[in-house]
């Protein structure tokens, strides 16, 4: 926790993790941004929505989490599904 109460950025992420993985029953794995707001903070996670084999057919989902001053996780939606072999293609 910061002096003025808040939690540590890594607090943030790891609470988000935890709780998007509780949430939508998938694990998450990174975080690809992250960044306070004005009502608290948001971020993308991506997750391994179904394995495959080869590893490369795997389907992942990118998910838009926004959580509160605290880092109790308010909305989510998932933004985007891909291979994760697959590169955006922009």
């Known amino acids: 926790m910061t002096d003025s109460g808040l939690p540590e950025p890594m ?4 609470r988000a993790r935890e709780q998007l993985t509780e949430l939508t029953g998938t694990a998450a794995e990174t975080v690809s941004s992250f960044e306070r707001t004005d009502d608290g903070w948001s ?3 991506e997750v391994l929505e179904l394995a495959r084999v080869p590893d490369t057919m795997s ?3 990118g998910y838009r989490v926004d959580l509160d001053p605290q880092g109790q996780v308010t909305a989510y939606r998932r933004v985007r599904r891909y291979e994760r072999g697959r590169a955006d293609p922009h």
């Open 11 to 14: 607090e943030v992420l790891n």
């Open 43 to 45: 971020l993308e996670i």
């Open 59 to 61: 389907l992942m989902a």
